[in-house]
């Protein structure tokens, strides 16, 4: 997001500049000047910004500015806030007024001051309006801030607040994991499991297909998920679209993931936004990091670029390129996420372009249809500086490095669509290749591609494409109609589609007949591995289950995680050698059981819905959850009120219809299949 200039009079979708010739950022970069003796007496700042801050955490102080000294520097007037440690700092005003100029600067390790730094007003990612406040900036570790707010030339600070933002290093922000390949599922549901930052609201990124860089996920760079409302998908991707975040240039590669929680922590918490806006962001180092959550298999929809968003994939590089060129580094990376992004949609060339109608608030006429490059600038489509001018003169060289990657590029699931027939059959897609089951898939609107291993990819046209889960197998046959009903035939059994609404029936179980309430998850649970069901090809789903199936279900669904068991076990009646004593003394060494409080574990007692609700969210890292829900019989005082409240709001489950959860009563194996199909799915698992 960046500097937004004002609309020109008639619109011709041509680049334009402002009509004063001179932008906010060439005034800074003329008017820029050191403090006057009168400002403030620097000393040195601490190593860390605030010591109270610490561990990977983010604090933002909100500070009337009117409650701040004004002094006069160098002929300006500026706030001063000599005692203010920051990392980075944004700025709010009143919705309905005029958005003023803003800058800011602090009080670096050295004792300086450091340059003046602007602070570019937000964009509203819901009207592509200016929004009644900045973009948080960061300025690095300082002791002290001043900020000057200024409009027509006059001091306008009165009615600003100053949002003061300090991050702090987690301990891993040196050594962020880079997913990729093999190793990414693993690597990540580790991580998930051991973060809080696992409470994610929108499904996780799965292992990607071949040709995606390594990049930081979401759990990696220490997400608050907590803070983030959902996100929404679309059926294809036309364009992907090129930021810069604004913002000193003067980090360390170790401090980047500290400015992403800053800016999720700001866009969300202060501006009240429902996540990062950009799908991707990339620092000068080159180090790829997982933005705007929802998978990044999904086309889902950004708020970088107003009007654009929806069928777009933002991409947005850290620090200020309005005069700075990008680093090598940098460039490569985006090249290689444009390359990846385009080839995993099956487009071919950087160079081509894509027709848009955009609606009001953008560069063009409003429903008149255009034709835009499918590598382009935020600049290109509303009305800012963003990229930044450098960055934007190295679009050409991105452009050639990306056509490359994509010429040289992994393209088995491209030539498994085109051998099936293309667009025109498959149509377009809507999660690009990535892991499920014993598959890689890409799922089309029309159709998918499925390989297994390092077995040849194969197209597949099916109208029930967005509903396929991989426990039904290859279509071994073509849809057919009759009525209002289509059925197509898979290797597990058969789809039927009757509107919207979609079935799967077959015969693993002898006792879950079609039509069977939660047969498709218990199906499901059965084709992963985590139920075999009993000697007698029953499945038993009306039985309640007991609470060693039930840990030994969890262990298996996080992949049956590498544990060696103690001697000694923690559980009275669970010895050494018991059927899942492995896996009970796992969940016991993970805290996700506790026992009971006269040392026993009770493993072949049912086990309560309530518990299970336990069991599921310490799974999960135990993340943020509040203890007010709507079910009846669950007030707030509830043993397990935070594990209900949690798994009620994911979705994993909705009680009964009669507005109960009914916690002390035993889940049925039916039940706790659709639980843990729900849970899993929620997990990106």
């Known amino acids: 997001m960046s500097l937004r200039y004002l609309p020109p009079a008639t619109d011709t979708g041509l680049e334009r500049t402002p009509s004063s010739g001179v932008s906010r950022r060439a005034l800074l970069t003329a008017t820029a000047v050191g403090a006057s003796a009168a400002g403030a007496v620097l000393g040195a700042a601490p190593a860390v910004a605030d010591p109270s801050v610490t561990g990977g955490e983010t604090r933002v102080v909100d500070v009337p500015l009117a409650e701040s000294p ?111 390949g093999e190793d990414a599922t693993t690597t990540q549901s580790q991580q998930m499991r051991t973060m809080a930052a696992t409470a994610a609201t929108n499904p996780a990124t799965p292992r990607l297909g071949p040709g995606m860089p390594g990049f930081v996920s979401r759990a990696a760079w220490g997400a608050d998920e907590s803070l983030v409302r959902g996100t929404s998908g679309t059926n294809a991707v036309k364009a992907v679209i090129i930021h810069h975040t604004a913002g000193s240039n003067s ?60 069928g777009s994939f933002g991409i947005s590089v850290m620090g200020n390129y309005s005069s700075v060129a990008a680093p090598y580094a940098a460039r490569t990376a985006v090249a290689r996420l444009v390359a990846w992004k385009l080839l995993t949609t099956f487009q071919t060339s950087v160079w081509s372009t894509a027709s848009w109608t955009p609606g009001s608030g953008t560069r063009f006429t409003p429903g008149k249809r255009i034709s835009l490059a499918t590598m382009m600038g935020h600049r290109d489509v509303n009305y800012t500086e963003c990229p930044g001018m450098s960055l934007f003169r190295q679009f050409d060289d991105i452009r050639g490095r990306a056509q490359g990657y994509i010429d040289n590029g992994w393209k088995e699931h491209l030539w498994a669509f085109q051998g099936a027939g293309g667009a025109a059959k498959l149509g377009t897609v809507v999660r690009s290749n990535h892991r499920t089951g014993s598959y890689d898939a890409t799922i089309l609107t029309k159709g998918l591609i499925l390989q297994e291993g390092s077995g040849k990819a194969y197209g597949y046209a099916s109208p029930m494409a967005l509903q396929w889960r991989s426990a039904w197998g290859r279509p071994t046959g073509s849809a057919r109609t009759s009525g209002s009903t289509t059925v197509q035939s898979f290797q597990n059994g058969s789809a039927i589609k009757t509107g919207s609404s979609v079935q799967f029936h077959d015969s693993r179980f002898s006792d879950v007949p079609p039509g069977m309430m939660f047969r498709e998850e218990i199906e499901e649970l059965a084709a992963r591995g985590i139920t075999t069901g009993w000697p007698d090809g029953t499945y038993r789903p009306l039985a309640p289950i007991q609470r060693d199936a039930m840990v030994a279900f969890v262990y298996r669904a996080l992949g049956s995680p590498a544990f060696t068991p103690p001697k000694r076990s923690p559980f009275t009646d669970m010895p050494p050698g018991r059927m899942y004593y492995k896996e009970i003394t796992w969940a016991h060494a993970e805290g996700i059981t506790t026992g009971w409080n006269d040392g026993s574990f009770r493993p072949t007692a049912s086990i309560e819905r309530g518990a299970v609700a336990a069991f599921l969210y310490r799974a999960s890292g135990q993340p943020s959850s509040g203890t007010s829900n709507s079910f009846s019989d669950v007030p707030s005082n509830h043993q397990f009120a935070r594990e209900i409240t949690w798994l009620a709001s994911t979705g994993i489950s909705t009680g009964w219809p009669d507005g109960t959860f009914r916690p002390l009563e035993p889940i049925a194996r039916d039940a706790m299949a659709a639980f843990m199909i729900r849970w899993m799915e929620h997990r990106g698992l």
């Open 70 to 180: 004004l002094l006069e520097v160098d002929g300006a007037e500026v706030r001063d806030l000599p005692e203010q440690p920051a990392t980075m700092v944004g700025v709010t005003w009143p919705a309905e007024t005029d958005a003023p100029t803003v800058h800011a600067r602090g009080v670096d390790a050295d004792g300086n001051w450091t340059p003046w730094l602007e602070l570019e007003t937000a964009e509203d990612p819901g009207t592509g309006e200016d929004a009644p406040g900045t973009e948080v900036a960061w300025v690095g570790v300082v002791s002290a801030l001043q900020i000057r707010v200024e409009l027509d030339g006059s001091d306008v600070s009165t009615e600003m607040v100053a949002h003061i933002v300090t991050t702090s290093s987690a301990p891993n922000d040196d050594q962020v994991d880079q997913l990729s």
């Open 251 to 310: 980090y360390t590669r170790s401090q980047s993931a500290q400015i992403l929680r800053g800016i999720l922590s700001y866009h969300t918490r202060t501006l009240g936004w429902a996540d990062v806006g950009y799908n991707i962001l990339v620092d000068k180092y080159g180090q790829i990091f997982e933005g705007r959550s929802g998978g990044l298999h999904r086309n889902i929809t950004g708020a970088h670029a107003y009007g654009f968003n929806t």
